[in-house]
Nanobody, 121 residues
């Protein structure tokens, strides 16, 4: 089995920065896409940023130039550096990864438990 554990959320003032981390553990054979989603209160979950195994990244328009997704394949970890945070970035942020475990012949989709990010004066 594979587990994803997020960390780094918290309360920050507008214009501030936070760095989220998501570490994968367990019987990992290979990791493919890694993504960050967020869900604000009363809204649907949305994809914020993604990164392929080779490092190609993509972002939703509202975070381009402010957020940076990166990964450390040796540590099975994905990061989300969030700068110039705005109140509308307030949400629970979820890590998502496509991982093939050593006990499976196909990759599976895994989610972290979520970490709260609150941007407020």
């Amino acid at each position: 089995q594979v587990q994803l554990v997020e960390s780094g959320g918290g309360l920050v003032q507008p214009g501030g920065s936070l760095r989220l981390s998501c570490a994968a553990s367990g019987r990992i054979f290979s990791m493919y896409f890694m993504r960050w989603y967020r869900q604000a209160a009363g809204k649907e979950r949305e994809l914020v940023a993604s990164i392929t195994s080779s490092g190609t990244t993509d972002y939703i328009e509202s975070v381009k130039g402010r957020f940076t997704i990166s990964r450390d394949n040796a540590k099975n970890t994905v990061y989300l550096q969030m700068n110039s945070l705005k109140p509308q970035d307030t949400a629970v942020y979820y890590c998502n990864a496509i991982v093939q475990s050593t006990s499976s012949s196909i990759p599976n989709n895994y989610w972290g438990q979520g970490t709260q990010v609150t941007v407020s004066p």
